[in-house]
């Protein structure tokens, strides 16, 4: 058990801490089929070289260099090779093989003459080389990769083209980690499932939904609770399962300063905090620790805050589990149109729109920065990241990120 940090501590601080609880996700192995958006668990190395053989570039005619200098000339048609062709075909002197895409190089050719530059004679079997041949139109055995090159290194996000070069080394089926179950509880009397009538006084509860989301974008696995009413005995309960069935716990609420943050108390109380509240804006209240060794975020209840500090806190720890560096958000440089609200000594995020203006991209915001306002995120295309020591005046630089 433990009070926690009592004071603000910076972002990258509260990332190093949060990453010294540490789990080890299994693996599993799957079809390539169902590999997009997987991460590779272990490295990947080539079962063959990549051409597995020398072969063409382009469909034309397969030749000796040296012969066809001085162009035009002439050479016999000796055959034909198509891509797939299993025989040992070879040309001498005078010859010239058709050859397809792909098809490999025959024995005594270095290079190929693409058909558009050559006149056939079929009745008498004469093409006529109408220009120099390109030996750099033949794809070399082994010049994309070869035999036992390790190509994906462990943590590597499986993207389509990532997937289609575990096909071109020869793997149908890769190892990779197995998605974490990421518990999301938020709290509060207030909060309605959306398609229920809304009484006085209530709204409806959005950030689960937002936050399972992200979870998907990570490649993990969210298991949303029911919104837990601002009763200790309720929310002791609903965490309790939580560890008992999932490897992490998100909660949205209940961190801050009140005498009705349940979350802060309980864990002040009854679980390990190992700090409390960074300096962001918006989302400085944040805890991380672990209840029951469940590693736990407290995120706070405002929408706009709980999406923030997900991306900044959560985001570089979820990728850490797993070895890996991505998905995350693109990074620009932005010129700010207008000034922009900071606090100093804080990381400022807020939510922008995006236009280009003479070569430059400029930042403006268009909704209400209210960190209840859960459009200003939707309908922006990026947060602002302003530094501890940067002012926001407009026509200032500041990094961004993309949304």
Known sequence: MGSGTPYFIPLEEAVEIALKRRLSPDSEEISIDKAFHRTLSEPLSALTNDPPFDNSAMDGFAVKYSESKNPPNNFKISNTIEAGNKFDNSIISGEAARIMTGAPIPKGADSIIPIEACEVDEENQIVTLNQESKPHFIRKKGENFTENEILLKVGTLLTPEKISLCAAMGHNKIKVFKPLKVAIISTGDELRLPGEV???????????????????????????????????????????????????????????????????????????????????????????????????????????????VFRILCGPWFRAQTSSSQPQESKIIVKLDQDIKTVPGFITLRRIHLYESEGEILATTKHHQGSGNIASIALGEALTLLGPNDTGKKGEYCSALIL
């Open 198 to 308: 809304l009484e006085k006084g209530e709204i409806y509860e959005s950030n689960t939904f937002g936050l399972s989301g992200l979870v998907n974008w990570l490649g993990h696995e969210p298991v949303r609770f029911s919104s837990v009413v601002d009763n200790l005995d309720k929310l002791r309960e609903t965490l309790d399962t939580a560890a008992k069935t999932c490897d992490v716990i998100i909660t949205s609420g209940g961190v801050s300063m009140g005498d009705r943050d349940f979350v802060r108390k309980i864990m002040e109380d009854e679980g390990e905090i190992d700090f409390w509240r960074i300096k962001v804006r918006p989302g400085s209240p944040p805890l991380f620790g672990a209840w029951n060794e469940t590693p736990i975020f407290g995120l706070p209840g405002n929408p706009v805050s709980s999406h923030v």
